[in-house]
């Protein structure tokens, strides 16, 4: 499958340009001489992060000039799915955001659409011909380099909250893995304000923990589970997560190292693997 590569363009297998109008719409420009030889009745992808509306756009004129070049099999392969945490409505006044995405997503008609690791079961009940891209092969590709480091060092899964308890049990159960951790805490919906961290167990007591998640945006619900595993007797408290926005910075107090993609932007002091890979 030829790769439309909107994430890395030079390493996409077809040429072209964006830019930006003054009034901020986005625009591209493909060259149609490198596609007279490209067979079209076979599949095509677009690779993209949707991290804002933009990048949503772009994607959607990708495929828009594809079928009019008559492409028969665009398929999107989204490494970052913007709205994705918005998976119902909040609180009263505020939109069903995921909601509105899939449904602009779902008027395009792509022939498949692959997600890195979604927030929820939510995003691919929404967006028609949706198929979830698991962080397994990711999560095991980090703890293989760190146990390269440090061999024979035992390790517990954390679960940060009940939200992620679901997929961190699939993930234990790919990876081979009993020994996993439920965490839990507050937050109050109106502030964001996090507290009252829990762990369902008393003893970590030199323990090296991996808190799994999908996103890390601010740091303040890994900062407070990393704390409070370590006022268990958690040794170190490491962090690996799918997609790091890190809007706070990279330093998130009592977490020792941290594994991420660069699924939504790529980052530097820290273990950034390659999202292509997982795609």
């Known amino acids: 499958m030829q790769t439309f590569d909107l994430i890395y363009p030079e390493r996409s297998a077809f040429t072209f340009k ?11 420009k493909i060259d149609v001489q490198q596609m007279e030889n490209v067979d079209r009745t076979a599949p095509v992808r677009i690779l993209t992060r ?6 949503l756009l772009m994607a959607l004129f990708v495929k828009n000039t594809l079928d009019y070049l008559e492409f028969e099999q665009v398929e999107l392969h989204v490494s970052y799915l913007l709205a994705a945490r918005m998976d ?3 609180l009263d006044g505020e939109p069903f955001s ?3 995405v899939a449904s602009v997503l779902n008027q395009s008609k792509f022939k498949k659409i692959r997600i890195f690791d979604p927030h929820s079961e939510v995003a691919t009940a929404l967006i028609d011909r949706s198929y979830v891209v ?13 146990t390269r480091k440090y061999p024979g060092e035992k390790y517990t899964l954390i679960s940060p909250d009940a939200g992620a308890l679901k997929k961190i049990h699939k ?8 020994n996993v951790v439920e965490c839990m805490k507050e937050r109050d919906p109106k502030t964001g304000a996090l ?8 003893d970590l007591r030199g323990q090296t923990c991996f808190i799994v998640d999908d996103i890390c945006d601010g740091g303040g619900t890994f900062a407070g589970t990393a704390k409070m595993l370590k006022e268990k007797g958690a040794g170190k408290v490491h962090l690996i997560v799918s997609h790091g926005i890190f809007s706070r910075g990279i330093a998130i107090e009592a ?6 993609t660069d699924s939504y932007r790529k980052v530097e002091g820290v273990h950034c693997l390659p999202i292509e890979k997982y795609m």
């Open 98 to 100: 995921l909601k509105v």
């Open 255 to 260: 977490i020792d190292e941290i594994y991420t």
């Open 134 to 146: 698991t962080n397994h092969l990711f999560v095991q590709d980090a703890l293989r380099d760190y």
């Open 171 to 178: 993930l234990a159960q790919f990876l081979k893995i009993d």
């Open 18 to 28: 964006t830019m930006l109008f003054p009034d901020g719409q986005p625009h591209i």
């Open 88 to 90: 119902r409505v909040m």
């Open 50 to 55: 949707l991290n804002n509306a933009n990048d």
């Open 195 to 202: 507290t009252n961290f829990k762990a369902m167990t008393e």
